[in-house]
């Protein structure tokens, strides 16, 4: 089983950044599919973006594409979010989890697991 960390929340004013981490231990993220998720207070959890560890491709939410970059770390099994831009309604506990493909695309959470336990991210107006 696969243990995720989650770090770099926060609280940041509208139109702010911020750079969240996913860390995994031993080699954990090697043929897998690495993903970011927002639970926003009393909703579901969204899909924001992923990235396939093999080869770095990415997808993303409509909202965050443009904004967010999803990025890997090879040295440090790490997988960066910087989230540009932020606004209210980026509010919530971001989650990270992984999936053992890449395709086909999905931004379903059923499709991932092995979930970390998330950082907070508010947004001030």
């Known amino acids: 089983q696969v243990q995720l960390v989650e770090s770099g929340g926060g609280l940041v004013q509208a139109g702010g950044s911020l750079r969240l981490s996913c860390a995994a231990s031993g080699r954990a993220f090697n043929g897998k599919t690495v993903g970011w998720f927002r639970q926003a207070p009393g909703k579901e959890r969204d899909f924001v973006a992923a990235?396939?560890?093999?080869?770095?491709?990415?997808y993303y939410s409509a909202p965050a594409k443009g904004r967010f970059i999803i990025s890997r770390d090879d040295v440090e099994d790490t997988v960066h979010l910087q989230m540009n831009m932020l606004q209210p309604d980026d509010t919530g506990v971001y989650f990270c989890?992984?999936?053992?493909?890449?395709?086909?695309?999905?931004?379903?959470?059923?499709?991932?697991?092995?979930w970390g336990l998330g950082t907070q991210v508010t947004v001030s107006s």
């Open positions: 989890a992984v999936r053992d493909t890449f395709h086909p695309i999905s931004g379903d959470e059923s499709d991932f697991h092995s």
């Open positions: 990235v396939w560890w093999g080869d770095g491709a990415t």
